[in-house]
């Protein structure tokens, strides 16, 4: 079940309240047991969630889980407040550090990261014309929720806290987040950056992976000493649910206390190569042409794949001359034919090792770096253990023993047109030199 905070204390909270009463079909119930003030009184149910309204400004009901029927994921809707303009956010709750805006200095709540993902997803959907969407670190109370939590906020000031079309779009993706499971597999804790987190941004964005808490750079400077405070770097994990990390920036300190943790450093890299693809197949393949972040790359074929693979190397003269005419294309030929192939030039020139489905795919690799080499020679020929190619070229030795002095005659000649020398026309073709050669396969 989904719950819903709504504070009185909050304008932009009873906005959308508002209009997630006007969204649902709801049951209006009473809970004689508490207060009208503490989420007691008149609450709301309809299916998949319940809303509750509190006197109380949200960063400030620690515990407030426990009012609601056991629910499986709770949402504070709220307002920003910012220099930020029309903005629609997310972001989980508690505090690295000290606890000026609620919860207590050290302490999490349990993010939710892949309902993080799933309501970014939807503020997008859902957001009216001219408002930016994006997450934020984590930076206020509460920091004891007692289920998964996280902030929905329209922002940044008054006329977004009181648009109807803003707090529509926060409430509609509100709903959005019914049934949903608070984690999935894929999660990492970022650490470093801006409050707004643009590289855990594009983290839910353009690949699957969720993020969990964000330690934006003010956070880690009042963290201080990531080795006195390897317990408040530890419960960054566990009230995540992951052992994965992604850093934005430079901290030997935090990287040994990560490492020391027992916990993985993954790159922005890993995590654009590894979208669709088991982990456990990564894993496989790492361990069979070296880490992605030291240059394997994963082809197109891997998201669909989960079996074993065999690993070939690429005939390094016939690789040499396909990049040496068109490196692109040969990544491209690889990409779509290799499960993981390794690269050199941060993943731009296809080099040595790949991996297969079977020997099948082998040959279909070599048949596509050959077609690369029609960019230059006049014939290809792919055969059982070698591709042959032929050129036919200007021969500029040639073409000077014709008497063909070098000058706008021998431009000409080089370019396909007949000369004439002494009264004798020299044709294209007989200065050309017809050039041979054969690449093991």
């Known amino acids: 079940m989904l719950a819903v905070v709504v504070s009185r204390a909050d304008e932009a909270s009873e906005h959308i309240g508002e209009q997630l009463l006007d969204f649902a079909e709801w049951d209006e119930l009473e ?19 319940e809303l509750r309204t509190f006197d109380d400004l949200h960063i400030h009901l620690d515990g ?29 709750t508690g505090n690295f550090g000290s606890a000026e805006y609620g919860g207590r200095a050290g302490s999490l709540a349990r993010a939710a990261p892949n309902a993080l993902s799933v309501v970014r997803g939807a503020l997008e959907t859902h957001a009216p014309s001219g408002y930016d969407i994006g997450v934020e670190c984590t930076h ?68 699957d992976w969720s993020v969990g808490h964000v330690a934006a750079d003010w956070a880690l400077d009042e963290l201080g ?41 993954l790159s922005e890299t890993f995590l654009r190569e590894t979208t669709g693809v088991s982990l456990d197949l990564v894993g496989r393949i790492e361990r069979a042409l070296g880490s992605i972040d030291d240059g394997t790359r994963l082809g197109a074929p891997a998201t669909a794949h989960d079996g074993e693979f065999l690993t070939r ?78 050129r036919e070229a200007f021969d500029p030795e040639l073409a000077r023993a014709a008497g063909v002095e070098d000058g706008p005659a021998f431009g000409r000649l080089s370019a396909g047109e007949a000369v004439e020398v002494d009264g004798a026309q020299v044709a294209p073709a007989d200065v050309r030199t017809t050039r041979e050669r054969c690449f093991e396969t």
Request: with cysteine; net charge negative; glycine share 8%.
């Open 313 to 390: 190397d690429l005939p390094a003269e016939l690789l040499e001359e396909a990049n040496g005419i068109d490196r692109g294309a040969v990544l491209e030929a690889v990409d779509s034919t290799a499960i993981a192939y390794e690269t050199a030039d941060s993943g731009s020139l296809v080099a040595g090792s790949i991996a297969l489905f079977d020997a099948d795919g082998y040959r279909t690799a070599i048949r596509k770096l050959a077609a690369v080499l029609e960019n230059k020679y006049d014939v290809v020929d792919v055969r059982d253990s070698e591709v042959f190619v032929r």
């Open 64 to 92: 407030v889980a426990a009012t609601f029927d056991d629910p499986d994921l709770l949402v504070f809707a709220s307002r920003h407040a910012g220099d930020t303009g029309p903005l629609l956010t997310a972001h989980a």
């Open 31 to 49: 809970d004689e047991r508490r207060s009208d003030a503490n989420g007691g009184g008149r609450y709301y149910r309809a299916e998949g969630v």
């Open 225 to 265: 000493d990531p080795r006195d405070a390897r317990a408040v770097v530890a419960k960054a994990f566990q009230m995540s649910g992951t052992e994965f990390a992604l850093l934005d920036g430079s901290s030997p300190e935090l990287e040994v206390a990560i490492d020391e943790l027992g916990f993985e450093r």
């Open 140 to 207: 206020h109370g509460p920091s004891t929720v007692g289920c998964p939590s996280l902030f929905v906020e329209v922002g940044s000031d008054e006329p977004q806290w009181r648009d109807p079309d803003a707090t529509r779009a926060v409430a509609r993706a509100i709903l959005d987040l019914r049934g949903v499971a608070p984690h999935r597999e894929r999660t990492v804790v970022g650490f470093g950056g801006s409050h707004y987190a643009p590289r855990f941004d594009r983290a839910l964005t353009e690949t």
